[in-house]
């Protein structure tokens, strides 16, 4: 499994995902599943996988040829598609027929091979836009109702989501908020682990202001960490028991 | 959906279940998802469902139609099993001929009509002892290593859980971390809602030593919830960023 968490806040937006992938338990690798397509300063894309690996690793690849290729458009870029709309939708697009391709060879049509992706960028001129595109290439877009996308493993570290973030959190506060939301998850989903990716993008910037992987033993993160978990234990302490 | 959870207390046991139902998201209904089946000093037992509503009732009609039986026996009635391995036995096996016979008539085989199941005791001179039973009439049990059992929408209350439940907790910290890992619950899912079912059985006593049905507007778990919540935020506060 995977938890990719990705926040839409007025002061721009933040991305975490964590690296673990696994066919069967026996077999656990470290992949990256956090991908930036950008022009610093004009555009910039930042993806989230989550779900099948070669399904993921096939539909970033080919987004990455497409906008190689010296025959690249507005239609097959998303480095010049027009919005981020339109990226979206060669991200569905792309990934859609991902798995269409393997469902044919298989004769299936279930479950298999599924991904599930964020798409957070912004285009210069433009407003930050943040996407979740769901294993059919459809997809739904964050609100102000709505700040928050999580793909993967996500109901674990939702509670903290939905108590913290809104619109005009901060995104030193945002950075905060969906680390302890990946706590949460470690601790309670073995199917989730580190290394992290995290990423901060600032509004019309449009490039990656902070980029910072977090390794295992990394002291910081085990410091914020264990701070949450005495900070919870503290406020347990002090509540009353219902009567 | 649903959301049951038990701890296995050494002082103890703690249960809480909610009371919502659903068949389709327009066609919510409240229904009581815990049971008790108890002769006072020499044997309590309590049942949580979650699942299936027509298997979990009909599951539970016919324990307690076995129960008061004329020619109940040790191994048909729960409140004269000889044990409560057995009296787990029994209902994972009443579970599961319930569905067997839903299967046979719709001649499906896959996930229709399944239910889960806590079951959690003691009788006189035997140890409290609590298992998890499984759709398939199969259970595990709790530990000393896991101290706590859930059924249904179990995710979302499992980060508070996890934190705070020991074998060692007392029996009010336990009620607030079952309540506690509700409110998670109820906030993060609409599947899962008030009012909620929570009993207490003391070590030993073989009686339910408490039992509360907190309504949608009681004042003291909404007093709880927000004295949570200032003190999520609180402790949200104090830790520093991540450099």
Redesign the interface.
């Known amino acids: 499994m995977t938890y990719g968490v990705g926040l839409l806040l007025k002061e721009g937006m933040v991305l975490l995902s964590d690296t673990r992938t696994n066919a069967g338990i026996d077999h656990i690798s470290s992949y990256r599943k956090m991908f930036h397509f950008s022009v610093p300063g004009e555009r910039v894309i930042t993806i989230l996988t989550a779900g099948s690996l070669s399904t993921s690793q096939a539909t970033i690849a080919r987004l990455q040829e497409a906008v190689e290729d010296p025959e690249a458009s507005p239609e097959s870029s998303i480095l010049l598609a027009p919005s981020l709309l339109k990226v979206a939708e060669i991200v569905g697009a792309t990934l859609w027929s991902v798995r269409e391709g393997m469902e044919k060879r298989l004769h299936t049509n279930g479950t298999f091979g599924q991904a599930t992706m964020i798409v957070a960028g912004q285009r210069r001129g433009g407003v930050m836009r943040m996407f979740l595109v769901y294993p059919e290439g459809n997809f739904i877009e964050a609100t102000e109702d709505t700040p928050f996308l999580q793909i993967g493993e996500h109901?674990?570290?939702?509670?903290?989501l939905?108590?913290?973030v809104r619109p005009d959190t901060s995104l030193?506060?945002g950075?905060?908020?969906v680390?302890?939301s990946m706590d949460?998850t470690l601790?309670?989903n073995l199917s989730v682990g580190m290394p992290l990716d995290?990423a901060v993008i600032e509004r019309d910037a449009c490039q990656v202001a902070r980029e910072?992987r977090?390794e295992a033993g990394d002291e910081?993160?085990r410091?914020?960490s264990e701070?949450?978990?005495a900070?919870?234990?503290?406020?347990?302490r002090?509540?009353?028991?219902?009567?």
Not at 231 to 236: K, P
Request: charged residues 30%.
């Open positions: 109901k674990y570290g939702k509670p903290i939905d108590r913290i030193a506060d950075q905060k908020a680390l302890l949460s601790r309670s995290m910072r977090i910081d993160f410091a914020m701070a949450w978990s900070a919870l234990r503290e406020g347990f002090k509540i009353g028991i219902l009567k």
